[in-house]
């Protein structure tokens, strides 16, 4: 409350060490696929950066990670500059940001296009790295990571290698430029299966599937790349002038026919109760799925409003990922307690 009791030095001292962290944190886990910490851990950090810049506006810094796509580029691939900007997501931690949410964006929808009637897409959020494929009249010409969100890291020789991905699009009707974003991942059972066979080599295992799929993907070498059990699954759209949909539900179902992996996880919904239920269904079953998830992503499914409702520097205001509270897991194995 009395924020003026803090000494002014003490909340710069701490601001200063959070945004340390943070770009620490950021670089071990988007360039060397190695997380230095939790991701609960780092959420709470970026929570409290988040929170010091609310209170205190004037100390915030041009360059603060919290205006940035994290993740830059590594010299060790060729940089690509994305024809449409790629964002993060907001984060809510629990069902009373997440209502706050809705509350505020279905306020702004109504200013923005009183004419139409709000639709929720809600999606499991895949818990990999997120990849923009090129396709020029139907061919695969280049593969990207998102990297710092304008520019990204060539990874086309490793995309080619995975099955899922379409090099060649089916069908007719695809812009003659389009830009597919999905998530690449590694599904639960590669993910065992690969790690046995690492520690069978005399390797360490991945942490989780998420750095598995990061690090496979991010080879020198694509042979490697292509010995690994990589997936993917669509979740949006880049530059797309000419692409004949209203709503991103409506894009899902050409994204299907032009032979493009859509997740079997997602639904249209008419209410903020049906959103809460996915939640809760989800939540019950996300250990039954082909991936791992790490929450719910929850979007404005008509285009028009998508673009009405708009983006800041780092996200889009017509999108929130809901993140379920970290479980605790009890390991028979080695009989210790670890948060995942
Ligand atoms: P994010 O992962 O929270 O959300 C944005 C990303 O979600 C998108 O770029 C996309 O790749 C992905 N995504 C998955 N399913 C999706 C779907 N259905 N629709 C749309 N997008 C979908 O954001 P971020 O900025 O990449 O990273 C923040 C996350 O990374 C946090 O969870 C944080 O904990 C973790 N992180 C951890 C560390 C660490 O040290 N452990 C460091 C940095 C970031």
Redesign the pocket.
């Known amino acids: 409350e009395s924020q003026e009791a803090v000494p002014a030095g003490d909340v710069r001292a701490e601001y200063e060490r959070l945004v340390d962290d943070?770009r620490r944190?950021?670089f071990?886990?988007?360039n060397e696929d190695a997380?230095?910490?939790?991701?609960?851990?780092?959420?709470l950090l970026?929570r409290r950066l988040e929170e010091l810049e609310q209170l205190h506006p004037e100390i915030v810094a041009n360059d603060s990670p919290t205006q940035e796509?994290?993740?830059e580029v590594s010299a060790a691939f060729a940089p690509v500059v994305h024809l449409s900007r790629?964002?993060?997501?907001e984060?809510v931690f629990s069902l009373e940001e997440l209502e706050a949410w809705v509350e505020r964006a279905s306020a702004n929808a109504a200013v923005q296009a009183p004419e139409k009637g709000l639709r929720w897409l809600a999606?499991?959020?895949?818990?990999?790295?997120?990849v923009n494929l090129l396709y020029r009249d139907g061919q695969l010409v280049r593969a990207a990571t998102?990297g710092d969100g304008t520019t990204g890291e060539d990874v086309t020789h490793n995309v080619l290698t995975i099955k899922d991905i379409p090099q060649r699009l089916a069908g007719t009707g695809w812009p003659s430029e389009v830009e597919i974003?999905g998530?690449i991942f590694i599904a639960s059972q590669g993910f065992l299966e690969l790690n046995e066979q690492m520690v069978s080599e005399g390797r360490a295992p991945f942490a989780n599937p998420r750095n598995a799929a990061a690090g496979s993907l991010r080879q020198k070498d694509p042979a490697v790349t292509a010995r690994r059990p990589l997936s993917m699954?669509v979740?949006?759209i880049g530059a797309r002038e000419g692409l004949s949909a209203a709503s991103q539900s409506e894009a899902y179902g050409l994204l299907r026919d032009w032979g493009l992996p859509v997740?079997p996880y997602?639904k249209v919904l008419d209410s903020y109760q049906e959103v809460l239920d996915f939640i809760g269904h989800y939540g019950q079953h996300r250990h039954d799925l082909l991936h791992e998830?790490?929450?719910i992503?929850v979007?404005v499914d008509d285009f028009g409003l998508q673009r009405a409702l708009g983006h800041t520097s780092?996200v889009p205001r017509w999108?929130v990922?809901y993140?379920y509270p970290p479980e605790e897991v009890h390991t028979k194995l080695l009989d210790i307690r670890v948060n995942v």
Request: hydrophobic letters at 40%; a negative charge; aromatic letters at 16%.
């Open positions: 943070v944190y950021r071990a886990y988007y997380p230095l910490v939790s991701d609960a851990e780092f959420d970026y796509v994290g993740g790629m964002y993060s997501l984060d999606e499991v959020k895949i818990d990999g790295l997120a998102r974003r998530e699954f979740h949006g997740s997602f998830i790490d929450g992503v979007k780092r999108a990922a993140k």
